[in-house]
């Protein structure tokens, strides 16, 4: 399952997603090395900020893969669709000669 979401993404996606990802992590490290200049108020709130840009990161993922599905189904959809109009015209087109050879036979009679 993992394999195909990641091949779901483009190799944009998939770099954007590992540029916040990396992002993320650098605050983090940051946050471990203010922790260690006992400053923890700063510390906490980058580690913090570390943790919701990582979320970030996930969730942009995730709505990447997700809007390569939907589009995907929304073509096939759009395909099928397609192909039932068509369908559906050719066979009216197939009625209105058979209307017109029935108009032409019946005109034949009244004469």
Known sequence: MQSDF???LSGNDLDRTMELGAIAGQIG???EIVFGLQLPELGAFLRTKSEELHAIA?????RFAA????SAAMLETSNQIGALGANEMLEG???QELADAALAASNEMVE
Do not use: D, Q, T, W
Request: cysteine-free.
């Open 93 to 95: 087109m197939a009625r």
């Open 6 to 8: 990641v091949a779901g």
């Open 67 to 70: 809007g390569r599905a939907l």
């Open 58 to 62: 996930v969730e942009s993922a995730l």
């Open 29 to 31: 490290v940051a946050s």
